[in-house]
């Protein structure tokens, strides 16, 4: 297998100004976090928390903003990507963890339990692709990258609200 580089993969996508090309790359792989040759997505979900958990704690709304118009950007570029190289959700393309990561810890206590606990969970679910994040999965045109992961986030936090509110409360 041939070995994707952000150079090969700029010149794929075919943009007459290649230094927008690399910015889109830079962008979607999470300044190149996603090509790290094990676990782009593990990688980049802990990057994630690990800024959030230093950066924050956050309102609900600025998480959830925040949050929406990364989608808005991931689903964008992932479109752009998918339709340029035909490559369907490639591992590098970690800007849904991101978004999964952010919606996962809504709302939730911001100490390293719970969001520990946010993180496995979510990595549990983006990975195995249970239920109806398998079939968001599948989606095409870039909007299966982003969805599968946002289900992923919605559902830890759902899960993990339920427990917050059954033995914390």
Do not use: Q
């Not at 600025?62 to 118009?69: D, K």
């Not at 606990?117 to 983006?126: K, M, S, T, W």
């Not at 990258?145 to 992923?152: E, H, I, P, Q, R």
């Amino acid at each position: 297998m041939k070995k994707r580089t952000p150079r090969a993969i700029a010149h794929k996508l075919s943009i007459p100004i290649p230094l927008v090309s690399h910015f889109f790359i830079a962008v979607a792989s999470l300044g190149y976090i996603g090509f790290t040759p094990l676990f782009p997505g593990t990688t980049a979900s802990l990057v994630t928390l690990a800024a959030l958990a230093v950066l924050g704690p956050f309102s609900t709304s600025a998480l959830l903003v925040t949050a929406s118009g990364l989608f808005a950007i991931g689903f964008a570029l992932s479109y752009l990507i998918e339709k340029r190289t035909g490559d369907h959700d490639p591992s590098w393309i970690v800007i849904d963890e991101c978004v999964g990561m952010m919606v996962a810890i809504v709302g939730l206590p911001h100490t390293p339990v719970w969001l520990g606990a946010a993180f496995i969970l979510f990595r549990i679910f983006d990975i195995s692709k249970w239920s109806i994040i398998g079939w968001a999965d599948s989606l095409p045109n870039g909007f299966g990258v982003m969805l599968d992961d946002l289900l992923a986030g919605v559902l830890t936090c759902g899960i993990l609200h339920v427990i917050h509110a059954l033995f914390c409360a």
